[in-house]
């Protein structure tokens, strides 16, 4: 999903105990759009996602309409309940794929590779598997950084992107122990 912005919601009462709408009650959010959001790209109307605590994945319910004026333009929604929710659209994709090796060009597993979005505003992830391997996906014609991380270990950072189609980077993200 492409983020336009996103807010958390947390309330709490003197005791510290969470609380949260009445059921059949709702609330008007308002989410600040990211600032990395071009006015090209913003919708007039666009999805709510909200995470949900029982998986941990986003869930659309609702959605918001663009408001103000620029540079303060935000998006408004009603919603049924407070926790993180996000302006997003679902976007066309494409897999990258690619490998990671340690600093003595082995295969390196367990690494978190990461892209985040130059042209657009989403991230993904995913660990390489026991051959170094990864796959993630990116913006379909969208550009993005792609790194990764193990430990107190960094690799180099690379853009990848625009592609119409799945696509292999090469060579090997490498990584490097960061200096203390």
Known sequence: IESFGAMAVSLSDASGAKLNLAPAKTATIRIPVSTRSSAATLSPTIPLFYVSEQTGRWVEEGTATLMGTAPNQYYEGVVSHFSVWNADQVYDSVVVSGCVND??????????????????????????????????????????????????????????????????????????????
């Open 103 to 180: 600093e003595k060009g082995l295969q390196a597993a367990g690494v978190t590779v990461q892209s985040d979005g130059i042209s657009y505003s989403g991230v993904s992830s995913a660990t390489t598997d026991a051959r170094g391997q990864f796959t993630l996906r990116i913006k379909k014609s969208g550009t993005a950084t792609v790194g990764g991380f193990l430990s107190n270990k960094i690799t180099n950072e690379v853009a990848a992107g625009p592609n119409a189609s799945d696509f292999v980077l090469t060579p090997c993200l490498q990584l490097t122990t960061l200096a203390n």
